[in-house]
């Protein structure tokens, strides 16, 4: 029995999918795992893990081997090699023969990207709420004004 935990830089919600004793938690924004993450939640050798890699030299993205660990789309060969974590544990189950797998994708701390974007987010939704405001002020006229709009038509 395996299991294995994961950390890695991702931030939102989180969904449970359960399939015969087999756990995966994953990240809905599909975040992705490196090299390193894979072997920690394998338990293998980056060696290992490279072995069960479906590589190519000659062609970029080959298609999709039901029998080895595929790797994410790529747009160049000095991509770093990603993976989705449900391709993990698909590999883990069908493959290694693991029989419980958990990949657990944590929010990463803040970072001081994220407290800035947090920041503007927070100066928005500030500046948002101020022009509502003002348009709801501008279209509701006082009901003297609205009497002589009547008369005067």
């Known amino acids: 029995m395996f299991n294995g935990s994961v950390n890695s830089g991702t931030n939102g919600r989180s ?8 756990n995966t938690i994953s990240n809905l924004s599909d975040s992705l ?3 390193d993450e894979v072997q920690k939640t394998l338990n293998r050798s980056r060696a290992s893990v490279y072995r069960y890699t ?18 994410e789309f790529r747009s160049d060969q000095k991509d770093q090699l990603l993976f989705h974590p ?30 800035t974007l947090n920041a503007i987010l927070a100066e928005l939704k ?18 003297h004004l609205k009497d002589s709009d009547i008369k005067a038509a």
């Open 33 to 35: 795992l490196t090299i």
């Open 15 to 22: 969904e449970d999918s359960r399939d015969n004793g087999f």
């Open 86 to 115: 449900n391709e993990v544990a698909r590999f883990a189950k069908d493959i290694l023969r693991i029989k419980e797998v958990t990949v657990e994708i944590f929010n990463s701390p803040s970072s001081e990207t994220q407290n």
């Open 126 to 143: 500030i500046i948002r709420t101020q022009l509502e405001a003002k348009s709801d002020k501008n279209h509701t006229a006082p009901n």
């Open 54 to 71: 479906n590589t190519d030299t000659r062609n970029l993205n080959p298609p999709f081997n039901p029998r080895k660990l595929n790797t």
